[in-house]
């Protein structure tokens, strides 16, 4: 799904994809690993400036749905996410895909980010995916007081390990141009 020139809903294929890419070590080098958490670089091609980042985290007190529900409510991230200024939803593609907006702070003196993305999402069982890739938007162009990011692929997989445990795993590749 990266290096694309049209807007596109992912299907089975994409999100089998990134499971894999999520699941993968091959072609990733771990550089932290404490305390439940592991965190992976991808080896890229020099030419490639933009690596991908792997974070995998165990949550042994939350079950998979509550994780998701968490991750999916642009509402309540407005509570736990200080880091959001603003987030929304521009609109429903599919019953499980829609496009939003998502501002953030960044610390001084950066400025701060926004992105338009393109979200699907895929419940499966205990487990789940988020995942987005940015679009453009002729109602969202990008702000003056704002530095229009890129995402080109990021998400989440979360997999339930128990009634109330899960493991999440977050990947990104962002270009946060500047």
Known sequence: MSGRDSVQIPDD?????FRAQCESERGWSLTYSK???AVWVQL???ERALHKIKCRMECRDVPAETLYDVLHDIEYRKKWDTNVIETFDIGRLTANSDV???AWRCP????????VTLRS???MGSDY???NYSVKHPKYPPRKDMVRAVSIQTGYLIEGTGAKSCTITYLAQVDPKG
């Open 13 to 17: 294929r994409d999100f089998g994809a």
């Open 35 to 37: 305390g439940g958490v």
């Open 44 to 46: 890229l091609e020099p």
């Open 100 to 102: 939003g907006y998502y």
């Open 108 to 115: 001084k003196p950066l400025k701060n980010r926004d992105v």
């Open 121 to 123: 999402w895929l419940p």
């Open 129 to 131: 995916i988020i995942m």
